[in-house]
């Protein structure tokens, strides 16, 4: 599995992590596939994909308690796990409260990265920024970022953030490369920040001219479309954190870590 890594620290990711989105429940606890998703998450790790992805909005926080229940059956050390603070949380005691019930959910003393799931409605960069370096200060994460966030608001986040900011978490894909087409990605790189890419794997009609290039591709390579969609986000210089539950996506996932795309592959991948 390739490792990237994070931001200007000592830390190496693995390129493709598992993302939790849907897992327990989304906007609200779904209680009834909590075991696939428990055993999905401890054969992730096996797999190598120890970078676990989560928020305390998914499942209504029910996602972060099954993330728990994987680690009890997981060498803890083993795994990097980044969970996501509500934007209506960032208040430096809304922030505590939402901190702790993220750690007892999660049955751990602290998380490896915390990000704030979006930019805030109410409160300034300045001040987000503020509570989250406060968390940092207290013990509670090793490190800090951001998601969903723009050039101009990243921008803004390093300038008042007194500590690193490793990470920002956005969509990106072979079909919505907007993080690329606004300079994001670029400016990530510039200012050693690693852009974290959800959703990598875009819905796609079969016969979309996006689809029949990435089996094009596969097909020399001996994969599989997604596999090369996971691929070229990695050739991009992302982490990714694709969510799966079953044991054959699970694998064909982990796979994707592996797969090199040449700079033919890409522009093939890329032209109109």
């Given at each position: 599995?390739k490792?990237?890594?994070?931001?200007n620290?000592?830390?190496?990711?693995?390129?493709?992590?598992?993302?939790?989105?849907g897992?327990?429940?989304?906007?609200?606890?779904?209680?009834?596939?909590?075991?696939?998703?428990?055993?999905?998450?401890?054969?992730?790790?096996?797999?190598?994909?120890t970078?676990?992805?989560?928020?305390?909005?998914?499942?209504?926080?029910h996602?972060?308690?099954?993330?728990?229940?994987?680690?009890?059956?997981?060498?803890v050390k083993?795994v990097?796990?980044t969970?996501?603070?509500?934007?209506?949380?960032?208040?430096?005691?809304?922030a505590?409260?939402s901190?702790?019930?993220?750690?007892?959910r999660?049955?751990?003393?602290?998380?490896d990265?915390?990000?704030?799931?979006?930019?805030?409605?109410?409160?300034?960069?300045?001040?987000?920024?503020?509570?989250?370096?406060?968390?940092?200060?207290?013990?509670?994460?090793r490190?800090?970022?951001?998601?969903?966030?723009?050039?101009?608001?990243?921008?803004?986040?390093?300038?008042?953030?007194?500590a690193?900011?490793?990470?920002n978490q956005?969509?990106?894909?072979?079909?919505?490369?907007?993080a690329?087409?606004?300079g994001?990605?670029d400016f990530?790189?510039?200012?050693?920040?690693?852009?974290?890419?959800?959703?990598?794997?875009?819905?796609?009609d079969?016969?979309?001219?996006?689809?029949?290039?990435?089996?094009?591709?596969?097909?020399?390579?001996?994969?599989?479309w997604?596999?090369?969609?996971?691929?070229?986000?990695?050739?991009k210089?992302?982490?990714?954190?694709?969510k799966?539950?079953?044991?054959?996506h699970?694998?064909?996932?982990?796979?994707?870590?592996?797969?090199?795309?040449?700079?033919?592959?890409?522009?093939?991948?890329?032209?109109?």
């Amino acid at each position: 599995m390739k490792k990237i890594q994070l931001g200007n620290t000592s830390e190496f990711l693995p390129a493709i992590g598992i993302g939790t989105w849907g897992m327990g429940g989304k906007f609200e606890a779904d209680y009834s596939k909590d075991q696939e998703a428990i055993e999905a998450l401890v054969k992730a790790v096996d797999l190598g994909m120890t970078h676990i992805d989560t928020a305390e909005y998914y499942g209504a926080g029910h996602t972060e308690e099954i993330v728990g229940k994987a680690l009890k059956k997981i060498e803890v050390k083993k795994v990097f796990i980044t969970s996501k603070i509500w934007p209506d949380h960032l208040r430096l005691k809304d922030a505590i409260n939402s901190i702790e019930a993220t750690l007892k959910r999660l049955g751990t003393d602290h998380v490896d990265l915390y990000l704030v799931h979006w930019p805030s409605s109410e409160l300034t960069i300045e001040e987000t920024m503020e509570t989250m370096n406060e968390l940092l200060k207290r013990g509670y994460t090793r490190y800090i970022g951001v998601s969903n966030f723009s050039v101009n608001q990243l921008k803004e986040a390093i300038r008042f953030s007194k500590a690193p900011v490793v990470c920002n978490q956005v969509r990106f894909n072979i079909q919505d490369r907007a993080a690329e087409e606004s300079g994001l990605l670029d400016f990530c790189v510039e200012n050693h920040v690693t852009l974290t890419a959800y959703s990598p794997l875009n819905r796609m009609d079969f016969d979309s001219p996006t689809r029949r290039k990435l089996e094009e591709v596969a097909r020399h390579k001996n994969a599989t479309w997604t596999q090369i969609a996971l691929a070229w986000v990695v050739k991009k210089g992302a982490l990714t954190i694709p969510k799966a539950t079953s044991r054959e996506h699970l694998e064909e996932n982990a796979k994707a870590g592996d797969l090199e795309l040449s700079n033919e592959d890409m522009e093939y991948l890329e032209s109109k």
